[in-house]
């Protein structure tokens, strides 16, 4: 399966915000976004480039795209989707690229960036309503109850995250026990659970074209 293989610390320089891809590192001060808040390029600090409205909305698909890991035809395929439910199209993408399996685990904790819970999904360690799934992309749904088995130096693996990841806020539409690694999804995101600035209405109007 095809996926991105570069300098990760580059996208959020082009996007000139944390993406938080990284894990730790983001919240350090040798996050780049922080030592070198410029795009990427040999002068691109010397460069000031008006965006057109076409740019800006160009702009904002490939940073939720980068965000939440996923290639165009894959977001192509969730924006489809989002347009035939019912519902406002923007809200509805949003929803179903947080209730993505990997960002789940993302926001519990268990991994420190999307990369490393994708990881953790696909070593098999991962079990939605006791059975195992090991597709990152799987959709939660509400009412769900995920809980985590792995051998031991998994387990340890986890619980380290977990302590690292300690001061994270968990988002209200998910209840997590850290003791028995269980969580249950409780609702629906929304927009506001997502803590990083989307403006999704610039994606509806790229795509509706």
Known sequence: MARYTGA???????????????????????????????????????????????????????????????????????????????????????????????????????????????????HNQVYVNSKRVNIPSFTVSKGDAITMKAKEKGLNKIRENLETSKDKTLPSWLDFDQKSLRANILRLPEKEDIQQLIQEQLIVELYSK
């Open 8 to 122: 990760v610390c580059r996208l959020c320089r082009r996007a000139q915000e944390k993406l938080f891809l990284k894990g730790t590192r983001c919240f350090l001060e040798k996050c780049a976004v922080v030592k070198r808040n410029y795009a990427p390029g040999q002068q691109a600090n010397k460069r000031r480039v008006k965006l057109s409205n076409y740019g800006l909305q160009m702009r904002e698909k490939q940073k939720v795209k980068r965000m939440y890991g996923v290639l165009e035809k894959q977001f192509r395929r969730y924006f489809s989707i989002a347009a035939r439910s019912k519902g406002v199209t923007g809200k509805v993408l949003l929803q179903l690229l947080e209730r993505r399996l990997d960002n789940v685990i993302f926001r519990l904790g268990i991994g420190l960036s999307r990369s490393q819970a994708r990881q953790i999904v696909r």
